[in-house]
C-alpha cells in the first residue's frame, strides 16, 4: 500500500509512505511546494516504476488531496481516498478514523515482527503527538492545531504512515 499525503498549507509536506504487510519498504519521502496536479504526477511516476503495483494508493483527500484523488482517478490509478476526520469502523474506541489509524499503526509496532529502514524522522513524528482518553471512553489523539499551539510542526511523514493502514 503507498499512501500520501498532501499538506495542507505552505509549511506542509507531501508524503509517501510505502508498506506492504509488516515491511515499510523505504524511507517515508516528501517533497514541499507542489500543486495538485504536482502531486498526482508524482504519484503516477511512482506507480509507473514500481517492480510490484500497489493495491492500494491511499490519499487524504481532506484539503487539496481531493483534487489529487480526482486526477489519479482519471490516470487509472488504483487510488482511494481517505477522509482521516471520517467516523472511526471501530466507533465505540476512537473518536475518528485519524486517530483509529494511529492506533493501529502503533499496534503494528507493539507486534514487534516489523521491518523497518532507519528512518529517524518518522520515529521523530511518531512521538510526537499524545493522546487522551475521552468522556465517552474513546481515544483521541492530539490534533494538529493543538500540536501547533506547542510550537510542533505537522507530523506529515507519520500521518502518511498512518495512511497505509486505511482498509480498502
Known amino acids: 500500500i503507498d499512501a500520501f499525503r498532501r499538506g495542507e498549507d505552505i509549511h506542509d509536506r507531501t ?6 504487510k509488516n515491511v515499510l519498504l ?5 517533497w514541499q511546494g507542489k500543486d495538485t496536479m504536482q502531486t ?10 514500481a517492480t510490484v503495483k500497489p493495491v ?6 481532506i484539503g487539496l488531496g481531493a483534487g489529487v484523488v480526482d486526477r489519479c482517478r482519471e490516470l487509472g490509478l488504483p487510488v482511494r481516498g481517505v477522509n482521516v476526520a471520517e467516523a472511526a469502523s471501530v466507533k465505540d474506541q476512537y ?9 493501529e499503526a502503533r499496534e503494528w509496532f507493539d ?11 518518522l520515529i521523530a513524528e511518531l ?8 468522556s465517552n471512553g474513546k481515544k483521541q489523539v492530539e490534533s494538529k492545531d493543538d500540536m501547533k499551539k506547542r510550537g510542533v510542526t505537522s507530523p506529515d511523514l ?3 504512515f498512518c495512511l497505509t493502514f486505511a482498509a480498502g
Open 15 to 20: 508524503a509517501l509512505a510505502k508498506r506492504s
Open 26 to 30: 523505504e524511507k517515508v519521502r516528501f
Open 40 to 49: 498526482a504526477g508524482l504519484i503516477k511516476l511512482e506507480y509507473d516504476g
Open 56 to 61: 492500494s494508493i491511499n490519499v487524504d483527500v
Open 95 to 103: 473518536n475518528r478514523l485519524r486517530d483509529e489509524l494511529w492506533f
Open 111 to 121: 507486534r514487534r515482527d516489523v521491518s523497518m529502514p532507519d528512518d529517524e524522522s
Open 127 to 134: 512521538t510526537l503527538p499524545s493522546f487522551k482518553v475521552l
Open 158 to 160: 507519520a500521518d502518511a
